[in-house]
């Protein structure tokens, strides 16, 4: 059964640095998601995309965080400048047709930062 | 704004025990309510979708209900097993997926 995929599933930073975070999406879907569990705490929603563009973004997406899809199968997360309180689990979801389908989410990259 | 909250935040059953999970939403107007399942330090699993025309779902000893007026969807498992244990998530989309804080259950061998 296809499945979205993540790496890395963990990733160590400094704060300040640069981090990407890597989503392959399930091939025949046309929706890309990315959220974030602080730990203990809900999963909250960061961004949407669609046809190559944010659909939607939530106040948390703010200038330091930006999303691409470099080819056809890569959905990324960049945060430019981490800070301390970006240390999350970050996860990739992906739709055939938008949110009124099921999401399919993938393992998730947990991220700290130091 | 939507909300979704879950009660009770946690849960210790006896295995075998059946046993229902509690979801409330703020806004009726929801497409479709989802369940998901995640294990400690893990990705989430989706376990059932309920479409906002439907009243129930069921996978094998998961049943869901959905009562989009009162804003409540209830997770039913049958015949509880050690390995259901984990934290259950009920979600709404909003243009994005509202999620609740989830429900920590913990089945006693």
């Known amino acids: 059964e296809p499945e979205v995929t993540q790496t890395p599933s963990h990733q160590v930073t400094q704060m300040g640095q640069e981090v990407i975070l890597r989503c392959v999406p399930i091939?025949?879907?046309?929706?890309f998601y990315w959220y974030r569990q602080i730990l203990g705490q809900k999963v909250e929603f960061l961004v949407s995309?669609?046809?190559?563009?944010?659909?939607?973004k939530s106040e948390i997406f703010d200038d330091q965080f930006s999303v691409e899809r470099p080819d056809g199968s890569n959905f990324t997360l960049k945060i430019r400048s981490t800070k301390l309180e970006d240390s999350a689990m970050y996860f990739c979801?992906?739709?055939?047709?938008?949110?009124?389908?099921?999401?399919?989410f993938g393992p998730g990259t947990r991220l700290l930062v130091l | 704004k939507q909300e979704v909250t879950q009660i009770p935040a946690a849960l210790s059953v006896p295995e075998g025990e059946n046993l229902v999970l509690n979801c409330s939403f703020t806004?009726?107007?929801?497409?479709?309510l989802q369940w998901f399942r995640q294990d400690p330090g893990k990705g989430l699993t989706s376990l059932l979708l309920?479409?906002?025309?439907?009243r129930e779902q069921t996978s094998g000893r998961l049943n869901a209900s959905l009562d989009k007026s009162s804003g409540r969807s209830t997770l039913y498992i049958a015949a509880s097993q050690p390995g259901d244990s984990a934290t259950y998530l009920c979600?709404?989309?909003?243009?994005?997926?509202?999620f609740g804080k989830g429900t920590r259950l913990h089945i006693l061998p």
């Open positions: 806004d009726s107007a929801i497409y479709n």
């Open positions: 309920i479409q906002s025309s439907q």
């Open positions: 091939s025949n879907h046309l929706y």
């Open positions: 979600a709404v989309p909003d243009g994005k997926i509202i």
């Open positions: 979801a992906s739709s055939k047709q938008g949110h009124r389908e099921t999401q399919y």
């Open positions: 995309f669609y046809n190559n563009e944010i659909s939607e």
